[in-house]
């Protein structure tokens, strides 16, 4: 019974890990686009 309390939760912090990368990749990619059109408009 412990062993599959450990198996779950690990695979729920791996998940929330790789969630959580994606999001900020993300939002990096937004933020880069962000600046970009400022560059552009500044132009």
Not at 11 to 40: F, K, M, P, Y
Request: proline letters at 0%; aromatic letters at 4%; a negative charge.
């Amino acid at each position: 019974m412990r062993k599959a309390i450990a198996v779950s939760f690990a695979l729920l912090l791996t998940a929330s890990v790789l969630t959580g990368c994606n999001t900020i990749e993300g939002a990096g990619q937004d933020v880069e686009r962000g600046g970009e059109a400022v560059q552009d408009a500044t132009y």
